[in-house]
């Protein structure tokens, strides 16, 4: 079920980004997607029941029961540099808007020059 709604954001923020022409939907749409995969590998990582895995008690158990750290590591990592990206990107719309006075990238491409 969980899986179901990390493709429907995904699919949603796909959308957005492809079929939107202001800029700044764009953006939000790619933003989208970054959270569905981030929450997807949160996802993969969880285990019902889980300890955190730092070795209190016997290996067997710790085995057993510890969830995997590796994929709250790497969304830690993707949330940092997303939040890079997507602050660089809104740079680059402002940019835009303060040359062209508009978000409209068919316009935009069209006042090119």
């Given amino acids: 079920m969980v899986f179901t709604l990390c493709f429907a954001v995904f699919v949603i923020g796909l959308y957005c980004a492809l079929t939107k022409k202001n800029i700044i939907k764009i953006v939000i749409g790619l933003t989208l997607m970054e959270y569905s995969v981030n929450l997807f590998l949160v996802m993969l990582g969880y285990r019902k029941d889980g300890i955190a895995p730092i070795r209190t008690r016997g290996i067997i158990d710790f085995l057993e029961r510890a969830v995997d750290p590796l994929p709250q590591a790497l969304v ?8 890079g990206v997507t602050a660089m990107a809104i740079a ?11 978000f409209d990238i068919m316009e935009i491409r ?4």
């Fill in 92 to 102: 680059i719309c402002i940019r835009l808007y303060q040359r062209y006075g508009t």
């Fill in 110 to 113: 069209r006042l090119k020059g």
């Fill in 76 to 83: 830690l990592t993707s949330i940092v540099i997303g939040l």
